[in-house]
């Protein structure tokens, strides 16, 4: 098998974590990210993986809800009033129509930036990874470097019959 693509290629000498967009919205996906391990870096993951504790009790979209509001109070000012109306979204979320509102409004905050101090997220259709459903999990082997989605129950036996 020929490979064609390198994790390398999507790593940033400048970056100690590299996140990226999902697709089909304005949500930094929490599912597969690049990290340099630095000092920084690793209190960024504790930090991340303890904010658990700090969830609202709401609709919070789990990792993906909790990584905006933990990126964008680790890059902006404590005293941000863009955040704070942010947040009281996500303490109201009741579903995902919500979410994504609280995700585009800690992405609008934080200016649709690309580089956030040692953090960067890359653009749509730029990254390692996409999702399965974008099409119809079909392998591009020139484009895919890593499927995200893929769940035991939707795989299917191969038995020299063509899968549709």
């Known amino acids: 098998m020929l490979v064609f693509r390198r994790i390398e290629e999507y790593m940033d000498s400048k970056s100690d974590i590299i996140f990226y967009d999902r697709f089909y919205n304005w949500e930094i996906a929490a599912g597969s990210y690049l990290v340099k391990n630095t000092t920084w870096s690793q209190g960024f993951l504790h930090g991340f993986g303890e904010y658990e504790s700090q969830l609202p009790d709401s609709f919070t979209g789990t990792d993906n809800g909790a990584l905006h509001a933990y990126v964008a109070q680790a890059v902006l000012p404590s005293n941000h009033s863009g955040l704070e109306i942010c947040m009281e979204i996500y303490k109201k979320s009741k579903g995902f129509g919500d979410l994504f509102l609280y995700e585009g409004c800690i992405r609008d905050i934080l200016q649709?930036?690309?580089?956030?101090?040692?953090?960067?997220?890359?653009?749509?259709?730029?990254?390692?990874?996409?999702?399965?459903?974008?099409?119809?999990?079909?392998?591009?082997?020139?484009?895919?470097?890593?499927?995200?989605?893929?769940?035991?129950?939707?795989?299917?036996?191969?038995?020299?019959?063509?899968?549709?």
């Open 112 to 164: 649709d930036r690309l580089h956030l101090g040692k953090i960067k997220i890359l653009r749509k259709a730029t990254a390692w990874v996409r999702d399965n459903w974008l099409t119809n999990s079909l392998w591009n082997e020139e484009r895919d470097f890593l499927i995200h989605g893929w769940k035991k129950n939707q795989l299917r036996k191969y038995d020299k019959t063509p899968i549709p």
